[in-house]
């Protein structure tokens, strides 16, 4: 079992960044496919990032490509999520979800792949 932190959440304007982290507990990180959901109000849970265990294979939701970055350092177990160039319609709760998985490689992106998540943490990107 692991339990999920986020942390780094905040009110910045149009075009600028921020730096999600999500810290995890317990021995067996590296175990995990980690992910990134993201949830705005009157709008269904919605996947932002996706990593594998090792950390080599990287998906992103196409609204977020060439803009935001995915990482993880499983000797820290944490994960990050660095977002540039933010939007308005970026505004949500940003939520670090985790599943077991034997493959080192596999990366999940259905929210319904995930058994464990965080509590969520705010973003706000003013116009």
């Given at each position: 079992?692991?339990?999920?932190?986020?942390?780094?959440?905040?009110l910045v304007q149009a075009g600028g960044s921020l730096r999600l982290s999500c810290a995890a507990s317990g021995r067996t990180f590296s175990s995990y496919a980690?992910?990134?959901?993201?949830?705005?109000p009157g709008k269904e849970r919605e996947f932002v990032a996706a990593i594998?265990?090792?950390?080599?294979s990287i998906d992103y939701a196409d609204s977020?490509?060439?803009r935001f970055t995915i990482s993880r350092d499983n000797a820290k177990n944490t994960m990050s999520l660095q977002m540039n160039f933010?939007?308005?319609?970026?505004?949500?709760?940003?939520?670090?979800?985790?599943?077991p998985m034997l493959s080192r490689?596999?990366?999940?992106?259905d929210k319904n792949e995930y058994n464990?998540?965080?509590?969520?943490?705010?973003?706000?990107?003013?116009s």
């Open positions: 079992q692991v339990q999920l932190v986020e942390s780094g959440g905040g980690m992910g990134w959901f993201r949830q705005a594998s265990r090792s950390g080599g977020v490509k060439g933010l939007k308005p319609e970026d505004t949500a709760v940003y939520y670090c979800a985790a599943t490689i596999s990366i999940a992106t464990y998540w965080g509590q969520g943490t705010q973003v706000t990107v003013s």
